[in-house]
């Protein structure tokens, strides 16, 4: 079982003004995927217009629906099961109307935002200064509390939870939420991030929170899409539009450690995005991975296992800048 695990997690959540807040106690867990065969993933460069015409958006009848952590099979799931058992088909009046969740629902009746954002001016400053979390909340105050922005001109097309895996980087995450909460509001995105912190004193494991990040951020609104962040990377050009393509997306293609350039042809690290249906398909990532590295790998092999590509905006788009740290070994040991 790979999204949610049956070990015992104990989950504590409290919501920042910069970003949701997950601290948990994590036990190894048993991945479905421990004997399959790597199959490498396909991969296309698709231009910008062809990606935001084939982004997926929430126009009026869309699916929108809760789930809880039993609703999760140990197997891996059948695709079109998985569809009958999780598309439920809401109006956004409904939602509106009768909503339950922590955040508040944008008001059905707004236009919907433009397709193209109209205040993006292409690559953008970076900040490298990392605000207290109180100046945080002065230069954000239209943030909703456990920073959920919306666009208040329009709604949004794109409902999208950003989940960042964290450990003892303060300083890296504050820069990052200066970072991202300026750049995703002129997006016009519908967004909260959800940091999901690993307690102290274990082996880190990245694949793991993202799966928590994921169903308990499924608890706080009707997200369509996921973007599973490193904390360290800051974009450079607000072109690189925080959504889903129709099939998962690897966005964090060209980074300046690496002279702007991909490591290796089938990376899916660092930054990517899939929409809810997507990772139920693939049944989210291993939990297997305790360490540094092999978790994105796994990750590509699962979307090309059930017969997805993988979408990459251009390299002059996609561009980020690496926060300078050094490897932590003794907590975070190196997969080989």
Not at 21 to 26: K, Q, R
Not at 94 to 106: A, G, K, V
Not at 246 to 262: E, Q
Request: proline share 6%; glycine share 6%.
């Amino acid at each position: 079982m790979t999204l949610v695990t049956r070990n015992k997690v104990k989950l504590v959540l409290a919501l920042f003004i910069a970003g949701g807040i997950v601290h948990l106690a994590i036990d190894k867990g048993q991945s479905i995927y421990e004997n399959f065969d790597r199959i490498s993933s396909y991969l296309d460069d698709d231009p910008l217009e062809s990606v935001l015409q084939n982004t997926v958006t929430h126009p009026p009848g869309v699916s929108g629906s809760h789930f809880t952590l039993s609703q999760f099979s140990s197997e891996s799931p059948n695709t079109q099961e998985t569809e009958s058992m999780f598309n439920v088909t809401v109006s956004d009046e409904d939602e509106w109307t009768n909503q339950s969740y922590p955040f508040t629902l944008q008001n059905p009746k707004l236009e919907l935002c433009p397709l193209t954002p109209p205040n993006l001016v292409g690559p953008i400053r970076v900040f490298m200064d990392s605000p207290s979390m109180d100046a945080l909340q002065k230069l954000y105050p239209y943030l909703e509390r456990g920073g959920h922005g919306q666009p208040e001109e329009c709604r949004s097309r794109h409902r999208v939870a950003i989940v960042v895996p964290y450990r003892d980087r303060d300083s890296h995450l504050r820069i990052l939420l200066h970072n991202l909460h300026s750049f995703l509001t002129k997006q016009q995105l519908d967004y909260a991030i959800i940091i999901v912190e690993q307690i102290a004193n274990q082996t880190f494991n990245r694949a793991k929170l993202m799966n928590v990040g994921f169903a308990e951020g499924m608890k706080l609104y009707p997200w369509e899409c996921f973007i599973f962040h490193d904390v360290d990377l800051l974009p450079e050009d607000d072109r690189n539009l925080y959504s889903c393509p129709t099939i998962p997306r690897h966005m964090s293609v060209a980074i300046d450690k690496f002279n702007y350039k991909l490591p290796y042809t089938a990376i899916f690290g660092g930054i990517s995005a899939m929409t809810v249906q997507q990772l139920r398909s693939i049944n989210g990532f291993s939990n297997r991975y305790w360490g540094w590295g092999g978790e994105d790998d796994d990750l590509a092999d699962r979307v090309s296992v059930v017969g997805y590509k993988i979408a990459r905006y251009p390299a002059k788009i996609a561009r980020y800048k690496m926060i300078k740290h050094t490897h932590e070994a003794k907590s975070n040991p190196v997969n080989k």
